[in-house]
Structures are given as structure tokens and as C-alpha cells.
Nanobody, 125 residues
Framework: QVQLVESGGGLVQAGGSLRLSCAAS????????MGWFRQAPGKEREFVAT????????LYADSVKGRFTISRDNAANTLYLQMNSLKPEDTAVYYC??????????????????WGQGTQVTVSS
């Protein structure tokens, strides 16, 4: 059974940093796109960043470009999101996703992809 488990969320002051982790189990995801999404209270879930299976291709939302870095350790089957210069508007539940089908691209986030349960990030002003 595939599981994605996020960790590393918490409360941080504006300008601070956090590193999220997403540990995958039940399948090797080295050939799957993986990504991060977030959902703030009262808003729809939105794309944050995605990585190809090898990590050689990444894509970021404009709102986090230059502040967040997505990376992965395929040997550990783990995805990371380094978040720097955090802002109050980054407050949300952050979700990890992995493409259900292996492919060489960066597309991930479909409803039938694999999703974690989320980790709360709160940035105080």
C-alpha cells in the first residue's frame, strides 16, 4: 500500500525557514513526478512546486519562486521542500503528491495521484 507522509511543518515567524519532508513507502518513486501543493483556509488547493523523477527538472509557482526549493533523495524515497523567507501568506496545509503513473515529466497533482495527509505551516507576522 502506497503511503506519503509529510513532516516538518510548524509555527515560524515571518522571514524564517522550514524544511518539509515527504516520506514515501509501498513503491519506489524514482521514476514518478512528485510535487508540493498547499491549501489555505477558505481557499482552493494550489500548486507550489514539482520535480521530475530524476530531479533534473523542476517548476515553481510564481509566488514561491526564489524562496522555496524542491529536492528529492530517491535512495531514501523522500521529497523535500526547503522554504526560506517565509511570509504570512504562506500559511497553509502543505500536501505532497506523487504521480500514479511513472513518467519522465513533471506533471503531478491529478485527483487520482497519490496524496499525503498534509502538514500545517503557520507563519506569524
Amino acid at each position: 500500500q502506497v503511503q506519503l507522509v509529510e513532516s516538518g511543518g510548524g509555527l515560524v515567524q515571518a522571514g524564517g525557514s522550514l524544511r518539509l519532508s515527504c516520506a514515501a513507502s509501498g513503491r519506489t518513486f524514482s521514476n514518478h513526478a512528485m510535487g508540493w501543493f498547499r491549501q489555505a483556509p477558505g481557499k482552493e488547493r494550489e500548486f507550489v512546486a514539482t520535480s521530475s523523477g530524476s530531479g533534473d527538472r523542476t517548476l515553481y509557482a510564481d509566488s514561491v519562486k526564489g524562496r522555496f526549493t524542491i529536492s528529492r533523495d530517491n535512495a531514501a524515497n523522500t521529497l523535500y521542500l526547503q522554504m526560506n523567507s517565509l511570509k504570512p501568506e504562506d500559511t497553509a496545509v502543505y500536501y505532497c503528491a506523487a504521480s500514479r503513473i511513472p513518467h519522465s515529466g513533471i506533471r503531478v497533482g491529478a485527483q487520482n495521484d497519490f496524496w499525503g495527509q498534509g502538514t500545517q505551516v503557520t507563519v506569524s507576522s
